[in-house]
């Protein structure tokens, strides 16, 4: 199915659905999320069933500050979709797909631990790539990102977004 | 899973029964990089496995966020540092789609040129290491020694063996060498009898068959279900490849069969994988003969977004072109402000977000992109097949022996670099 197709075959049950560049965007509430998602898979002729990627973007000053994206293919009928979902910055939570899409255990660990949503009912929920002891969620656009000590004496490199480039 | 076998404590005397933990890596010779499993051994069956990975977590993706769209092309390509072209390949099509251009049909031919070959040098490295795993060690000399041959190549056209940053946004950086073609055509003509000489090293060895078949074996719902793409699904009987299904470069206007097979185990792995090789060589021959009849430009004629703008490689070796710093240096002040904001900011991408996936060695290689409409991208997520292929592990070997492991992981062809990005 072209992308227009798709588009308004998925706005039969989604209200918010866009398409950008040739590429569909569905943008669905948290609470209907999985029966979303369920609906997307099971449908023959949207049969979007292979989740291939499951990550997050910060925004400061806006809300929703996040949106957690999930990035799905189709191998019968050769297309793709992005479903998106938007959190506010106190209430980062949502609903875990691995129950439905087994691969969405790691995506979503590692969703938690650069951005620090709450995947529910999520099997293991714990770091994945930084270690176990880190402190904060180092992809937030908040976060501090550090000088860097140098050898010089009494210098230090400010962190790359004081450095007044770019 | 049977009962775990009795053994007396030396100590106390008393009958016990228990499994053993323990940590393969995550320097381990088999792991391919830096991992570390967690095995739960019931004497030689593994009962439970966990990777741990992140040790060679680098932060590209975070970095990307702080640094110009021209310099994540530098960042990316340490991802995989086995395919960095492809790495190179799937941000720079992902910007192009956000900024609604499309690279010249020369640069095209040239990244798919490159692309293929480094398909091949990647399924040299896995050829070479998992026969080292497995007691093949002359395959590992020579898987080695093809790749040198290519790596040269590489090194000839991008002056770099790896990390190159060659492809950029809307093109590459620059031409082929001009004895390129015939160095590249010397390598076809050679390469299908070395892949030949593999396949009588290894299709019946029955040393090679023995540790391979029938072992890490993974259903094709299984394989849907973890996420697995690339070789290691094709293995399973199902024919999904990027460059058929959803067509990028124009990949669909090639002659070219997207290898299957049907068990699924590391032996059905193996078979595409050398398969895929002889693929590549056959798309590779296809590029170079349009490339030769295809003249033109390799960069964009956009000047807010063609960089670099123009290099040719002088006498002295540096790749300033001599008429272009005249331009800038003695003739037009407006030139000059022009290369200063293109080096300091680079190009301004319009807001918007693009998923752009390319069919690397591994599988699934895709970049999800968001700009802000600012000089930096905003966030660059790297879907790594070998982040995603990893996970099936535990499915492969739960219930099997511990020296399948090793097989099992060799057969997925991991590249921690990638997986931990």
């Known amino acids: 199915m072209n992308a227009e197709a798709l588009a308004g075959r998925i706005g039969e049950r989604v209200a918010d659905v866009l398409v950008a560049r040739g590429e569909v965007t569905a943008i669905v509430e948290r609470e209907h999320l999985l029966e979303t998602l369920a609906w997307l898979r099971d449908q023959p002729d949207v ?37 998106k979902v938007g959190l ?39 770091r994945i790539l930084l270690p176990d002891d880190w402190e904060g969620y180092p992809l937030r656009k908040d976060q501090p990102l550090g000088g860097v000590p140098t050898w010089f004496r009494g210098a230090t490199m400010p962190p790359v977004d004081e450095r007044g480039m770019a | 899973m049977g009962e775990a076998p009795a053994f007396r404590d030396p100590t106390t005397g008393e009958l016990r029964q228990e499994t053993m933990i323990i940590n393969m890596g995550p320097q381990h010779p088999s792991t391919h990089g830096v991992l570390r499993l967690v095995l739960e051994l019931d004497g ?35 991802a995989d540092y086995l395919s960095p072209f492809f790495n190179e390949l799937a941000y720079c099509l992902g ?30 490295v896995w050829l070479a290491t998992s026969g080292l795993e497995l007691g093949a060690v002359s395959v590992m000399l020579y898987g080695f020694r093809e790749r040198e041959l290519i790596m040269e190549i590489f090194e000839a056209i991008t002056g770099l063996r790896m990390n190159h940053a060659y492809i950029r946004i809307g093109g590459v950086v620059m031409d082929l060498p001009d004895e390129g073609p015939r160095t590249i055509r010397g390598l076809l003509d050679l390469l299908p009898g070395r892949i030949d000489e ?56 090639f002659d070219f069969d997207v290898p299957v097979r049907t068990e699924g185990d590391a032996y059905a792995r193996y078979v595409v994988r050398l398969a895929e090789m002889r693929e ?3 798309i590779a021959r296809q590029a170079l003969e349009r490339i030769e009849d295809t003249p033109g430009p390799v960069m964009i004629d956009d000047p807010k977004v063609g960089w670099p703008p123009r290099l040719s490689v002088g006498p002295d070796g540096i790749g300033n072109d001599p008429d272009y710093l005249r ?8 030139a000059l402000i022009h290369h200063f904001k293109m080096v300091t900011q680079g190009v301004e991408v319009p807001a ?70």
């Open chain 2, 95 to 124: 910007v192009e789609r956000l900024l609604g251009v499309e690279a010249t049909e020369r640069a095209t031919l040239i990244r798919i040129l490159v692309c293929e070959l480094n398909r091949i040098t990647s399924h040299l």
């Open chain 2, 198 to 253: 593999y396949e009588t090293l290894l299709h019946d060895n029955p040393i090679w068959r023995e540790r391979n078949e029938g072992v890490g074996v993974l259903a094709a719902e299984q394989a849907l279900a973890l996420g697995v793409t690339g070789p290691a699904l094709r293995a399973t009987g199902i024919d999904a490849d990027l460059r058929k299904d959803i067509p990028y470069c124009g990949y669909d206007s």
């Open chain 2, 327 to 334: 331009h800038i240096m003695e003739e037009s002040m407006e």
């Open chain 2, 352 to 421: 918007g977000e693009v998923y752009s996936a390319v069919e690397s060695p591994r599988g699934e290689l895709g970049y999800l992109i968001v700009s802000d409409g600012g000089h930096r991208p905003y966030r660059v997520k790297i879907r790594d097949p070998s982040f995603v292929n990893l996970q099936a592990l535990p499915a492969m070997i739960e219930g099997y022996l511990v020296a399948d492991t090793v097989a099992s992981v060799a057969s997925i062809d991991p590249v921690l670099g990638g997986v931990d990005r």
């Open chain 2, 280 to 282: 590549s060589l056959k």
């Open chain 1, 47 to 83: 049969a979007l069933d292979f989740l291939a990627s499951v990550t997050a973007s910060h925004w400061l000053e806006v809300d929703p500050a996040f949106w957690v994206d999930y990035e799905l293919r189709s191998f019968r009928h050769k297309h793709r979709a992005r479903v």
């Open chain 1, 88 to 126: 506010s910055e106190g209430d980062a939570h949502i609903p875990s797909v691995a129950p439905m899409f087994p691969t969405a255990d790691w995506h979503e660990r590692e969703t938690f631990d650069f951005y620090g949503i709450v995947f529910d009912g999520h099997p293991d929920l714990t």
């Open chain 2, 44 to 78: 030689e069956t593994v009962i439970r496995c966990k990777p741990v990975i992140g040790y060679l977590h680098t932060g590209i993706e975070k970095n990307t966020e702080y640094r110009t769209w021209m310099q994540g092309v530098t960042y990316v390509t340490r």
